[in-house]
């Protein structure tokens, strides 16, 4: 009785300072048709100014930071050539670039705008096509990404034909 009266406690004070769970979207793609789904991939807590130190602390870092993706956003597309080094593959199109770098077992693909030539999405991936990701977590902070952040959104691309994602892509707000 008194252990189910203090989770109720704590259940209601997490309730009255505003946190709540969110999650990153997760998206199915099969080659170039997509359809969207809600995933519970990586649920995160966040809370708003007032709410205590307990309920909104953040998700600590396991892995390091290879790519620093959020900087690459909206940046021209030459001086995050010259950041991620040799170009492993172009699969540009003729409305818009897009060219694939890697670093230590994560790639990166780069979509810019021909026009202006600025970065206008990310995706980021592990090197083995053959194995499906199931550490988002590890991806995330191989990218230095947060699920909640203001500037960018996050979509976890689920695999159609097996458990796990095929990696996250990463689009300014």
């Known amino acids: 009785m008194k252990r189910t009266f203090s989770v109720g406690l704590l259940a209601i004070g997490v309730i009255l300072s505003g946190c ?3 999650t990153i979207k997760s998206t199915t ?17 966040t ?20 790519i620093d993706v959020p900087s690459l956003l909206g940046k021209d597309f030459d001086q995050v050539a010259v950041k991620l080094g040799r170009v492993l593959e172009d699969d540009s199109m003729s409305s818009h670039g897009e060219k694939w ?13 021909y026009g ?4 206008t999405e990310v995706f980021l991936s592990m090197n083995d096509d053959n194995m499906p990701i ?8 191989n990218g230095n990404l947060k699920s909640d952040a203001a500037g960018y959104s ?14 996250i892509r990463v689009a300014p707000r």
């Open 154 to 167: 996050v979509d976890a691309r689920k695999s159609m034909n097996t458990e796990g994602y095929t990696g």
């Open 134 to 141: 199931t550490d988002i977590e590890k991806l995330m902070d």
């Open 20 to 22: 709540q769970n969110t």
């Open 116 to 119: 202006t030539n600025k970065v």
């Open 101 to 113: 770098f890697g670093r230590q077992g994560v790639e990166v693909g780069i979509s810019y705008d």
């Open 29 to 45: 793609s099969v080659g170039t048709a997509q359809s969207s789904q809600t995933s519970s991939s990586i649920p995160v807590r």
């Open 47 to 66: 809370g708003n100014a007032n709410s205590s130190s307990a309920a909104s602390v953040a998700r600590k870092k396991k892995y390091p930071t290879i």
